[in-house]
């Protein structure tokens, strides 16, 4: 039985393992960006981010100032780190402390890098995510020359970033996003051979071998969960993160009888139900309120009524033998006997991405490690750089 109420096991070896099944898909000398933003997407950044340098990962990559400096304190010190979101000076000056490269566009970014003591920069072309970076061409090699002609600033990358490489029938946006970045990659990289050039994320990766360039940054697939939506299996994926909770209660539900709030669930024959103290506290969704399964004894088990901060409840059914289950561990991702449920198989349910679902998972969620069957290190410490 799970002691915790609420519990994310972590396998580091899947996200180990994870991590080589991307780099196969790679041509000898394309490195592997692990992105571990965003609490490794829930995942913990430092534990995931060892793992992934375990598995071959030779950058590491983060959205914030403060999300490099985690990795940096946490004694991650020989990857590259690249902040790949937008910086204030203060953070800028924050990441260059830490030793990250960052993400430039204008010129005035390459000032501002300058003016913090320099550091390495990577030029961001907008080839059509229009977020982050110039959709001039011309502009994203005026700010390179910039770098180059500054000094304390280098060079050090070209990138982009794509819309739509997960969706497989976007009109060929994806391959018109491709051409416009190969073209300026390809031109710049004539005259400085030694930038390193980089757009897919893990769905482009397994989309399509001409976006892999000299680096591929990926996050969803590390964790094991499938660009796509689809079956990670399908991908030969394994998810890292299993979501457990626990049996606390055991009560009979008389016909009539209603559980949670707003009556949403009312029994229409006596069942009994099992109470599970996890909830919208954890990052369990309210929208997942008679919409989702649970495994318990190997079983789905369909959860009833309206989900609540700290608590749950599922139908166990008519058969008093559910009295025994009190205190059974229950799986929400996962697997248990013959079972599963996905990260994905949530995110369909709340008409949602997997990337949500385990971001949502909250810090009262405490996350445990293992490698396989044996557990690994909890403190971030005790576990070393591979
Ligand atoms: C700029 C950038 N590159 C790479 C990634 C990794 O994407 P994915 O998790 O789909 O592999 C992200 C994630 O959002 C990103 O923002």
Redesign the pocket.
Known sequence: MSADRARASIDLGAIERNCSRLRSELRTGVQLCA?VKADGYGHGAVHSARAAVAGGAGWL?VATAPEARELREAGLSAPRVLV?GALTRAELADALAADADVVVWREQDVQDVAGAGGGRVHVKLDSGMGRLGTRDVEQASQVLAAAEATPGVEPAGAMT?FATADELHDDGFFARQLDTFARWAGAIKAAQPQLLVHAA???AVLRDRAAHFDMV?????VYGMD?FGEDPSARALRPALELTSYLAEVKLCRAGESAGYGRRFVADHDTYLGVLPIGYGDGWRRALSNNAEVLVGGRRHPLVGTVSMDNITIELGADERALRLRGESATLIGVQGGERITAEDIARRLGTIN?EVTCALTPRVPRVYHRGSAPAGQQPGEEREA
């Not at 940054?217 to 697939?221: S, V």
């Open positions: 992105v990559a790949m970033h994320n893990s769905a940054r990926c996050g969803i697939a660009p990337y």
